[in-house]
């Protein structure tokens, strides 16, 4: 076990170096000089040449990436680099702020609104792909089918958009001022406006997401529904309720319990398309902000900690997996 | 259970046909005299697919809509002239500046879905719109095909160390967060004037084909491991067939139907992800017409608001358009391999 | 493992019309699996599928080779076929060496020996067309395009008892014996020399089974075939074949004419395969009495020292666990040249196995009811009982 883990860690280690590497190296060969941004309105060019000595811009690209790993570039002194405790992703020098801080301040409202769509995606698409699964071929399962596929079909940010021409500007146009148009509330300031703004993201999401887990519950709750235990419990004379919930829908549920993980993990790197719908200031749309502003520090932030997610929240899925299923190999 | 009798049967078989049993499709063969000459062909596994599909009337008016999707397509110049508007003229007449600020014109005679922030024809552009999604979805899903499937079969038929680094790599590529790193490729597409430096389609199709061969290299490479150890491939081996003809005339017929399904499912996924990458700003970019940059441009003028068809005319097109893909793609598996089922993320 | 004692020279009685001249030649055949774990895949030990096989088979014979699953029955004719590299050993056939071979290099003799798959359902391509699956041989050895390999593809299919009209059909189409034919036609293509027939016939139902073997039969006698037959039916296996070689975990036990193997055998272990045959004389089956072996067949991760069979074996003496017995005729009991078993006690005719009791681990076969045995294992002459409760009891008896 210890091996699996371990093995299974120096996974991660590598995706993420590589990745880092890689958006690293893209962000290097693009056209910006950040000695420019960061010397005083007027600087001379020897003062800005200087300042690009100092920020090791010279050197080249390997030693540079070392320095991102080990000690990031010295900016008033502050030792920052990825290897080092806490790791650091660097300076941003459009925004003059350490890049860690720039992303963490962004968190907050990326988790919200992944983690709440995910709770209402599932509690939307459980419910109906179990009854789908349990009636299969009925009306009801061709129904759901059939909403299954046009919300498969539904690009997030149309269905965003559609949401705000309806349940925004339409109602608000007609006197009722429910929702607002976008933007985001910290929970810490108020809970309640927090969730009034978060409401249309998280049905924006969860609509789209919704398709694909009932989709997925129906499919794996019509395979465990055809297992002998459950033929067994059946001919046990149990009801069929605690047949279908009680021995079912547990095992039923662990694709659709890992799919969600997964996810959750693409989400927390930033819901690019849903923030940018609703102006909403996560992690996805700082990226999109920073791609136009040329802060490239921000891009490769951003591009390992959504990378660092999906790889962990992977790892740990393997790792429960082999915990509950003593039949997954784990060589 | 009807083995026909051949003329070394000596021990005289009990060739009683089961009456339980199904008859065998279609028929068994007569006794070799008859009929002489004439041969029978067996229709392919791909014609009986074909035939089960036209049964499926869903698939069926999927089909047909994406056949008239892409003749509007090509057509698109030719209703343009008929309208009498180009897709990227600024129309004074679609600027309606009776209020404080000019107001584009809502649908109407002349603008048959109105006009957008600049005057332009939204029905027109709407369906010059339609022929950015569909080469840009098609030719993406096909390199992305092309190079997975080659990468697929090498990883799954030579296996050892091929597949082990090969399996690496689609790991590594899978774990990338793709529509960051997407936007961060198409952001590098500038050069000093901010001019883009090569044609922002081509790089959306390289950067969508880029992301997306590692799902066909997978698909492939499980169908190839399980495929490899059945006997018709040893068989192949023990004729002294090469590797090469292993893999294209025995491998390969049997990978044409999912990847049919796969191609046909991945189409409107990689149709999401150009308008997707428009909307961001970073796909295909203005003046050229695309159903994901009209859509910003609707939303980033807030026009959208008092002239809907701006924002439903493109919306609707880029949601019919998926759907019919969808749809078809559902039918197909059906048709082509009613066993399998598959799973999708997005966002 | 040597067998020196193979006398080449003298055509044996009992083998085939065409004289002995061997086809094929095997001398300490060998392959092991590696076993990898570990992160890098490194290799811990290894299965001892096939240990040193030596035989050879003449023009125009054939020779069945028995034994249990998993006794290296079917890695023994990929072997000779070059589907897989052997360990050690040669394998030669008409005098040239062919482990050695390149890929390339085994091509031309591809057209000389060819194999008979097990499973007829895998073994074609089911989205190709029957014709293109025969005509793949022409195909591959650039031998026959166009008109003329659709021509030799209808000869062949009629030449098996195929219906050529049916050249477009998918394999789908055909029962499981009419797609045997096809695999035999396949085989037939390229006019081979050699047949090596993995257990052809072991998928298909009895009434089927007999017409093709009826078929290989026939076609041996017309085109001159030699045979190398596959089973763990031992009847079938007696029915067709010149001489019988019984495998037991990687190794030849016995080798010998079918009339005198299925008389006499020698070998415990024969005894034991034999005495598992169902008789079709309800008589017969009730006086005779059947043995369980005790314990399970040995790992080949980790064989036995000395004689593979002795810890099993009711006869086993010192001498078995400490030294490996070499496939010889014997001292003074050989009834033929031929007649080979690798035993340094061999079964005598007339000698009642159900009384003997090892010497060294005191194993007794346990005699068993007949009906028992035969209620377990229905309709098929298959030894091993797959039903591993029953498991490899693989009772051994006298025979009647």
Not at chain 3, 76 to 101: H, Y
Not at chain 3, 150 to 158: F, T
Request: hydrophobic share 45%.
């Amino acid at each position: 076990m210890l091996r699996f883990l371990l093995r299974r860690f120096g996974y991660l280690v590598f995706v993420l170096f590589v990745i880092a590497l890689v958006s690293f190296g893209l962000n290097s060969i693009a056209n910006n000089n950040p000695a420019a941004l960061l010397a005083p309105r007027g600087a001379s060019a020897e003062a800005i040449a200087q300042i690009k000595a100092n920020l090791h811009l010279n050197d080249p690209l390997y030693l540079q990436f070392w320095h991102f790993l080990t000690r990031g570039p010295d900016i008033r002194g502050t030792k920052s680099g990825l290897m080092q405790w806490p790791p650091s992703l660097g300076y941003s020098f459009v925004k003059q702020r350490p890049v860690t801080e720039v992303i963490l301040d962004k968190l907050p409202a990326t988790i919200s609104l992944a983690l709440g769509a995910m709770v209402l995606w599932l509690a939307i698409a459980l419910p109906i792909g179990v009854l789908a699964a349990t009636k299969a071929r009925s009306l009801l399962d061709r129904v759901s089918t059939f909403f299954a596929l046009v919300g498969l079909s539904f690009p997030t940010f149309l269905l965003g958009l559609l949401l705000l021409y309806v349940f925004y500007y339409q109602l608000t146009t007609a006197g009722f001022n429910v929702f607002p148009a976008g933007g985001y509330v910290a929970l810490t300031t108020d809970p309640l406006e927090w969730a009034h703004h978060l409401i249309l993201p998280w049905f924006t999401l969860a609509l789209t997401e919704a398709a694909i887990y009932v989709r997925v519950t129906r499919s794996s709750m019509l395979e465990v529904l055809g297992e002998d235990y459950i033929r067994t419990a059946r001919a046990k004379g149990l009801p069929e309720r605690r047949v279908v919930y009680r021995h079912g829908l547990r095992s039923a549920l662990t694709p659709v319990v890992t799919l969600a993980g997964l996810d959750v993990a693409t989400l927390l790197g930033g819901a690019i398309v849903t923030e940018q719908v609703f102006g909403l200031d996560g992690v996805g749309r700082l990226a999109v902000l920073s791609v136009s502003d040329g802060d490239l520090p921000v891009v490769v932030g951003v591009t390992l900690v959504a990378a660092f997610f999906f790889v962990f929240i992977n790892v740990l899925v393997d790792l429960v997996y082999a915990l509950l299923d003593a039949r997954v190999r784990v060589d | 259970m009807s083995e026909q009798a051949g003329p070394d049967a000596t021990i005289p078989a009990p060739v009683t046909a089961d009456p339980a049993g199904p008859p065998k499709r279609p028929g068994p063969p007569p006794p070799p005299t008859a009929s002489p000459g004439k041969s029978v062909t067996a229709r392919t596994p791909l014609q009986l697919a074909m035939a089960r599909l036209r049964r499926d009337k869903v698939a069926l008016a999927a089909g047909v809509l994406l056949i008239l999707l892409i003749l509007v397509a090509v057509c698109a110049p030719l209703i343009a002239k008929l309208v009498g508007h180009d897709p990227t003229t600024n129309y004074p007449d679609g600027i309606d500046a009776s209020g404080l600020l000019p107001v584009p014109v809502t649908p109407g005679p002349g603008f048959l879905l109105g006009a957008d922030q600049l005057g332009r024809d939204v029905f027109v552009r709407t369906l010059y719109g339609a022929r950015i999604s569909l080469l840009v979805g098609m030719v993406a899903t096909a390199i992305a095909l092309v190079v997975g499937t080659t990468v697929g079969l090498l990883a799954g038929f030579v296996g050892g160390k091929t597949d082990t680094v090969l399996s690496r790599i689609i790991d590594i590529f899978l774990s990338f967060p793709f529509l960051v790193t997407a936007l961060t490729l198409v952001a590098l597409n500038r050069d000093a004037f901010g001019q883009p430096r090569i044609s922002p389609i081509l790089l959306v199709m390289a950067v969508i084909s880029l992301f997306t061969w590692t799902f066909f290299a997978r698909l492939v490479r499980g169908q190839v491991l399980s495929l490899r150890e059945r006997e018709f491939v040893e068989a192949a081996r023990s004729l002294g067939a090469s590797n090469f003809r292993v893999m294209v005339v025995d491998l390969m017929p049997n990978l044409v139907a999912p990847l049919i399904v796969y191609a046909t499912l991945q189409i409107p996924l990689n149709i999401v992800f150009e308008a997707t990458l428009s909307y961001l700003g970073v796909g295909v970019r203005a003046p050229t017409a695309s159903w994901g940059n009209m859509l910003f441009d609707a939303q980033a003028s807030g026009y959208y608001q008092t002239q809907p068809g701006f924002l439903l005319g493109p919306g609707i097109a880029l949601l019919l358009t998926v759907l019919a893909f969808n749809l078809l793609g559902d039918g197909l598996r059906d048709a082509l391999d009613p066993r399998s089922s598959r799973t999708m993320a997005k966002d | 493992m040597t067998s020196p004692s193979l006398d080449k020279s003298t055509p044996a009685a009992g083998t085939s019309s065409s004289g002995g001249e061997p086809i094929l030649r095997l001398s300490g055949v060998t392959k092991n699996f590696p076993m990898r774990s570990g992160v890098f895949g490194r290799t811990t030990g290894s299965v001892s599928a096939v240990a040193g096989v030596d035989f050879e088979l003449r023009k125009g014979e054939t020779l069945g080779l028995v034994g249990e699953s998993g006794c290296g029955k079917s890695t023994l004719a990929r072997l000779i076929m070059g589907l897989l590299p052997v360990s050690a050993g040669s394998v030669e056939f008409e005098g040239q060496d062919i482990t050695k071979l390149s890929r390339s290099g085994m091509r031309p003799l591809r057209r000389e020996m060819q194999m008979i798959f097990q499973d007829p359902y895998g073994s074609l391509n089911p989205r190709r067309r029957v014709g293109s699956i025969i005509g793949d041989p022409f195909a591959i050895h650039k031998i026959a395009d166009g008109e003329d390999r659709v021509r030799r593809v209808k000869e062949l299919m009629e030449l098996v008892g195929l219906n050529p009209e049916h050249y477009n059909r998918f394999p789908a189409d055909f029962s499981g014996g009419q797609r045997q034919r096809i695999g035999v036609a396949r085989a037939l293509a390229l006019r081979p020399k050699l047949l090596v027939c993995d257990e052809p016939v072991s998928a298909l139902d009895v009434s089927i089974q007999a017409q093709v073997i009826n078929l290989l039969d026939d076609l041996q006698d017309e085109l001159g075939l030699s045979y190398i037959f596959i089973a763990h039916d031992l009847s079938v296996v007696r029915h067709v074949s010149d001489r019988v070689a019984v495998m037991y975990l990687g190794k030849v036990v016995e080798l010998g004419t079918a009339e005198r193997l299925y008389t006499e055998p020698r070998h415990p272990y024969t005894n034991a395969l034999l005495s598992a045959v169902p008789l079709a004389d309800p008589d017969r089956a009730a006086q005779r009495k059947r043995l369980v072996l005790v314990g399970d067949v040995p790992s080949p991760v980790n064989p036995p020292s000395g004689c593979r069979f002795h810890p099993r074996c009711p006869k086993a003496q010192e001498k078995c666990a400490a030294e490996v017995p070499t496939l010889d005729s014997g001292e003074g009991v050989a009834l033929d040249p031929d007649d080979l078993a690798a035993c340094h006690f061999p079964v005598l005719p007339g000698e009642d196995l159900t009384q003997a009791r090892s010497a060294l681990t005191g194993v007794q076969a346990t005699p068993e009811a007949v009906f028992g045995a035969i209620g377990s294992n229905p309709g098929s002459g298959d030894p091993t009982n797959r039903d591993s409760t029953n498991g490899d009891s693989t009772n051994s008896g006298a025979r009647a």
